[in-house]
């Protein structure tokens, strides 16, 4: 697997070195500019908004001339910050988003001022597990951030994504190991080779299913953007940060978008491979042609991420927890289970590919059909449950809840007491059935 | 030159890009000092007093860590059995199902505990 295969990388002369850097760099930032100018374009078309329209023409120029604005505003420092550490998380964000796109492929071997080079800084055999490594390391930029802010809703916000992240970093890392096992690698440049014939999204569609969910939840964007509900946490781990620190972290947020779907590029869409009936001209996957490929891809994702954030609310933390670590992780441990047996089954040759398929597929229903009985079973206890509570909402009704006066809720019912009752300071709950059933409830939860 | 150094490279670029934005918000900036301004923000409340280093957290943040923890060493486990799948064969399948099967039972014991409640 080294030698011959990573001959190429690793023997640049300094100064291509340098202009892949320089390249790469440039390409974030104007990628970075470039989607946060589409991101509100497409969301204001969405809501019947006409978006961002007067710097340049169709208001390129807006998120340049944002990040202008913000270098020349106040830097405001709350004087709770930890002064240290609070300076430092914006430049670890910043670093690491870069750095992750050191292994990304973007095109095959190409001449560069009679150099051959592949299109891509540098790989080695465990260049996924690099990318992996850097995305842990960005969430210290959050957490930190959030914490050295020295105030409630940044020390909140952070504690949020951290634990947001690392759950959905599971699902994610699940999900790769399919790719693996089929690629018999974790080089990027080895696994885009593997899927000259067929696109791993194809073959191990679970998979990408579950890397698409996890990779949302893993850059905080909507319908799983929780560390930055505005309406519990003002701006999460970034509410203390101004000008050109915030900007810093707005930056590594976009750039961790472009990372992830060049990551589904890479790892299930063929990397820079051209899509089928492109692929029928023989210089399609020659030349600089793969870098628009690619660059086609990773706009298709972000398209899908504007249009989430478009589309779908924003979901309660502890459906979204539930949902990561009681869905994602068991349905993907289940999935390399049977993608790990057929891949056996077919090295061994014993059975067709179709066969598998077929018995993978009808596990994989038997799997879903178990989980809708236990997901209805829950649903019957979750709606007896509440069937309860609201009997004994409408049983008894307390116009003076916990001393403040409330309205009834429809369903309910106003009771009488006495203002004498009141004034004594006696429990205004009428009904101990009630009592108990709110006893039972508490308990149960 | 060494398949690593070009990561060097870049990120001596980002830092050097990211250090130099910090710094230089410092400067382009106006300063105009008001003393609310330096208070934490708290939607214009007087800010919660916070204890030293942060306070305490609740504790499910630490039981979601620690089961990140288990499961993302299986991760570790399983990524290099992928990779040399092909070879180890049935062997190695047999093995890497028994050792998925201890994490899942440890996993349904912590679903059965509640510990993937987040109320």
Redesign the interface.
């Known amino acids: 697997m080294t030698g011959s295969q990573f001959g190429l990388f690793g023997t640049d002369p300094w100064w291509l070195v340098i202009l892949k850097v320089v390249a790469i760099f440039v390409m974030l930032v104007l990628i970075t500019l470039f989607t946060i100018w589409w991101e509100r374009r497409v969301v204001s078309r969405m809501q019947h908004r006409i978006g961002p329209n007067r710097t340049g023409p169709f208001g390129l120029l807006q998120s340049l001339m944002d990040g202008i604005k913000l270098a020349l505003k106040e830097e405001i420092i709350p004087k709770t910050a930890h002064m240290a550490v609070y300076w430092l998380a914006p430049v670890i964000s910043a670093t690491m988003a870069f750095l992750a796109f050191a292994v990304i492929p973007f095109g095959p071997t190409v001449s560069i001022f009679g150099v051959e080079t592949p299109l891509q800084l540098t790989d080695f055999p465990v260049s996924v597990l690099y990318v992996l490594a850097i995305a842990s390391i960005g969430i210290y930029g959050i957490v930190l951030g959030g914490w050295a802010s020295g105030s409630t809703y940044p020390l909140l916000g952070g504690l949020r994504s951290s634990a947001q992240m690392i759950s959905y970093e599971i699902a994610m890392g699940l999900s790769f190991v399919a790719v693996f096992l089929y690629a018999g690698s974790m080089s990027t440049s080895q696994i885009v080779a593997e899927q000259e014939t067929v696109w791993f999204a194809v073959i191990l569609l679970p998979s990408f299913l579950i890397y698409c969910t996890a990779m949302v939840g893993e850059t905080n964007r909507a319908p799983f953007d929780l560390p930055e509900a505005e309406g519990e946490l003002v701006g999460g781990f970034h509410t203390e940060y101004s000008s050109l620190k915030f900007a810093l972290f707005f930056l590594a947020e976009y750039i961790n978008m472009v990372t992830v779907s060049a990551m589904a590029t890479t790892l299930f869409l063929g990397g820079w491979r051209a899509p089928w009936p492109l692929s029928l001209w023989a210089g399609a996957n020659e030349g600089w042609w793969p870098m628009l490929w690619w660059l086609v891809k990773v706009q298709i994702f972000i398209f899908v991420f504007i249009w989430l954030r478009g589309t779908l609310p924003r979901m309660r933390y502890d459906q979204f927890m539930k949902f990561g670590w009681k869905v994602l992780i068991p349905v993907s441990i289940v999935w390399i289970m049977i993608v790990s047996v057929a891949r056996l089954l077919r090295n061994e040759g014993s059975f067709s590919a179709t066969e598998i398929l077929v018995a993978g597929a009808a596990l994989i229903v038997l799997l879903l059909a178990v989980s809708w009985v236990a997901q209805s079973r829950q649903d019957r206890r979750d709606r007896k449950l509440a069937d309860a509570e609201a009997a004994a909402q409408a049983r008894g009704f307390d116009p003076m809840a916990g001393s403040y006066p409330v309205p009834p809720l429809p369903g309910q019912t106003f009771t009488y007491t006495s203002r004498r009752a009141m004034a004594q300071g006696t429990t205004i709950v009428q009904d101990p059935a009630a009592e108990v059933a709110d006893d039972g409830r508490d308990s149960n939860a | 030159?060494?398949?690593?150094?070009?990561?060097l490279?870049?990120?001596l670029?980002?830092?050097g890009?990211?250090?130099f934005?910090?710094a230089?918000?410092?400067v382009?900036?106006?300063?105009?000092y008001n003393r609310a301004?330096?208070?934490?923000?708290?939607?214009g409340i007087e800010?919660?007093p916070?204890p030293i280093g942060?306070g305490r957290?609740p504790v499910k943040?630490y039981l979601?860590?620690m089961?990140?923890i288990v499961?993302?060493i299986e991760?570790v486990f399983?990524?290099p059995w992928?990779?040399?799948?092909?070879q180890l064969?049935?062997f190695g399948?047999i093995e890497?199902?028994l050792f998925?099967i201890t994490v899942?039972v440890v996993?349904a014991y912590v679903?059965r505990r509640r510990g993937?409640?987040?109320?």
């Open positions: 030159m060494n398949v690593y150094t070009p990561i490279v870049l990120g670029l980002a830092f890009f990211a250090a934005s910090v230089a918000a410092t382009t900036g106006p300063k105009r301004k330096y208070d934490a923000y708290e939607c800010p919660t916070q942060g957290f943040y979601t860590a089961l990140f499961f993302d991760i399983l990524y992928a990779v040399a799948f092909d064969a049935l399948l890497m199902f998925i899942l996993y679903w993937l409640e987040w109320d």
